[in-house]
């Protein structure tokens, strides 16, 4: 399996940072809707760990299983872990995707944020059986979606620019579609500063489209609602039996 975060892992944790203060931030009350449903929380594509103090702030005490296959994340997780004063105890991370996972019979929520582009149709149909099948009574998914939910082309443009120290972080992206439901994003990080030379690192990656519409369709196909939460554009959904 390509490790699609192997040389853009040093920039992620950074760049990503202010989504989970804006439309990340209704994590908690998502997950506060699985009520008093049974089993640990599965973190999907848990990254470089942001969700984890949130679900450990909404469900305080559960036990969290952090599915990450990639290597250079997983160290950006175990960090963030580690760091924390209470989740250490109760973080177990799977080094694996989902689909490849040893999971409990019985789960009282999926976290699946920032991830469902990783997953080709056959595989997100497998993904949401997998969601039926293991979702507590009363647990929750939650979900979210970003444009463009078509394949279409967009221009480079700057997604990200952070100042470390005397250093200068800026993300560029562009996309291009490549076939369909289908996007091909290009991801240029560049890193300058007085006392290191401009460097650059170029990462593409493939991204499955997926529209609000099509989300509802699968999950129902799976015995599942899929309903949005928070602001439209937030683009958060939960989804429940």
Request: charged residues 20%; glycine residues 8%; proline residues 9%.
């Amino acid at each position: 399996m390509s490790d699609y975060y192997e040389k853009s892992a040093e920039f992620i944790d950074m760049m990503i940072a202010p989504w989970w203060d804006g439309p990340g931030a209704l994590l908690p009350e998502a997950l506060k809707r699985a009520g008093e449903a049974r089993g640990p929380v599965v973190d999907v594509g848990a990254g470089s760990g942001h969700a984890v103090p949130l679900i450990d702030d909404a469900i305080p005490g559960e036990e969290i299983l952090a599915v990450e296959p990639s290597l250079a994340m997983r160290s950006a997780l175990f960090a963030r872990i580690l760091g924390e004063a209470g989740p250490r105890e109760r973080v177990t991370v799977l080094p694996c995707g989902l689909l490849d996972a040893e999971l409990p019979d019985t789960v009282r929520a999926f976290v699946l944020m920032n991830v469902l582009g990783h997953f080709p149709p056959e595989e997100r149909a497998r993904l949401w059986t997998l969601v039926s099948e293991r979702l507590s009574l009363g647990g929750v998914a939650v979900a979210n979606l970003a444009p463009p939910f078509t394949p279409e082309t967009l221009p480079r443009s700057r997604m990200a620019d952070i100042t470390v120290g005397r250093n200068r972080y800026e993300g560029w992206a562009r996309a291009e579609p490549a076939g369909e439901d289908r996007l091909t994003w290009t991801m240029t990080y560049t890193v300058s500063g007085p006392f290191t030379q401009t460097r650059e690192t170029v990462v593409s990656y493939d991204w499955w489209t997926l529209t609000p519409e099509r989300l509802s369709e699968e999950t129902a196909e799976h015995g599942l609602t899929a309903l949005p939460i928070g602001p439209a554009d937030h683009g958060i959904f939960v989804v429940q039996h």
